[in-house]
């Protein structure tokens, strides 16, 4: 197994054991909870029931949601040579009609969600603005 995972529990101050940080990693990068089993060294029934416990659950979200923070920070990286090619592909005149309108279609969405994206965090902003306001003044 490769690096180990280990995660405290807040609230709890315990670690997990060895077997289960193996487990957690198991199930991050194996194909189902056999094979998670498998390469962990233990059975498929010892797997489910540290799934059902507090602490392990806890932990194994927590690297799921690293792992998953970590694949969007890649996507992130991407987007910028994603959009430069979305651009090329649009405004090139040798390109087929269609791939040029699907271009400029996936421009315009992502675009239009990005503006949607900004709405919302403004709205949001200010009804915190106004909660904090409020609270300030009540007391």
């Given amino acids: 197994m490769g690096p180990r995972l280990v995660y405290v529990v807040s609230g709890h101050g315990s670690k997990l054991g060895h077997k289960q940080e193996d487990a957690i990693a198991a199930l991050l990068t194996q194909r ?8 962990t060294g233990i059975s498929v029934k010892t797997l489910l029931r540290w799934q059902k416990l507090p602490e392990f659950k806890a932990a194994y ?6 792992t998953f923070s970590q694949a969007l920070a890649r996507l992130q990286q991407a987007a910028s040579p994603a959009v430069t090619t979305l651009l090329k ?4 005149p040798n390109a087929p009609a269609a791939s040029r309108v699907r271009a400029a279609h996936s421009v ?32």
């Fill in 32 to 39: 189902n909870i056999d094979e998670a089993a498998r390469a």
């Fill in 61 to 66: 979200r927590a690297a799921r949601r690293e």
């Fill in 89 to 92: 592909m649009m405004l090139d």
């Fill in 108 to 139: 315009l969405e992502h675009a239009s969600k990005a503006m949607e994206i900004d709405d919302i965090e403004e709205r949001i902003a200010e009804l915190e603005r106004i909660a904090a306001a409020a609270k300030a003044k009540n007391f």
